[in-house]
């Protein structure tokens, strides 16, 4: 016998949907010193790797996949990163109570809530995506048709 302890819509890092697009997920490496959690957006590092974002400046390489066994991922562990595709949707962590159904949405680039989306552009990262649902602090975010 089984029971469901948390009715809620979704989840951090959660994929909401897999449609038409070729490219879901690749597994990176965590090469910056900050810890990643799923439902967040991190940063390409280079020569290898992701990295937390950090600056506006920091180019996107995608959003943290949650796994079976863990939802945060320190220096040097191997995580999923998922690229929303045509038809592709994941639930990112909302850092801002404004963001609505097919609003544009913006990653936060700086503070404790760097890489969670926001509808606020000042000093943020502009995105090709959109606001597909809201629910408790997330937002299912999928690309622009």
Known sequence: MSYKQINR??????????????????????????????????????????????AAADPIAGIVIKSQLQDSYAQNEYLSVGHIGHGDSVWAVASSAGLV?????FIVATGANAGSVTDIALDNIATNLVVRNVADGLAEVTRKE
């Open 9 to 54: 819509l979704a989840f951090a890092g959660q994929i909401g949907l897999v449609g038409e697009s070729l490219s879901r997920a690749t597994g990176e490496q965590n090469v910056g010193a900050t810890a990643v959690k799923a439902g967040y957006f991190v940063a390409t590092a280079s020569p290898h790797g992701i990295k937390a974002i950090a």
């Open 101 to 105: 159904r097919g609003g544009d949405v």
